[in-house]
């Protein structure tokens, strides 16, 4: 009886060590600010409305527009990952022609 409550007590012991271990590990989050460089300026040309409408609520003109110059492949895959990963409300039609816009101004040939 008495091997049995060791037993039971070191059982225990195991399974509660590695909880009480994790709660001695102190973790401090802070609050990080980040300044963006602001910009008022905006797309233009053939198509850009669709860039202007869809874009600018997260990207500056000037952040898209520094980017490398990529196929339409790429662009497409960015766009994609824009909407599909990050949720942005973009539609179909005006995907399609910020990547044509994209291709145009930031193109890398095919």
């Avoid at 001695?24 to 990080?32: D, M, N, P, T």
Wanted: charged share 15%; glycine share 6%.
């Amino acid at each position: 009886m008495r091997r049995n409550k060791l037993l039971l007590a070191l059982m225990i012991g195991g399974v509660l060590t590695p909880l009480a271990a994790r709660a001695a590990i102190s973790v401090q989050l802070k609050s990080v600010n980040v300044d963006l460089p602001e910009s008022d300026r905006m797309f233009t040309g053939e198509g850009a409305g669709a860039v202007n409408n869809n874009c600018l609520a997260c990207h500056s003109a000037d952040m898209v527009l520094n980017q490398p110059a990529l196929v339409k492949a790429a662009w497409q895959a960015e766009v994609n990952k824009m909407i599909q990963i990050y949720k942005a409300p973009v539609a179909a039609a005006d995907a399609a022609a910020i990547v044509d816009y994209l291709v145009r101004t930031k193109g890398a040939g095919s």
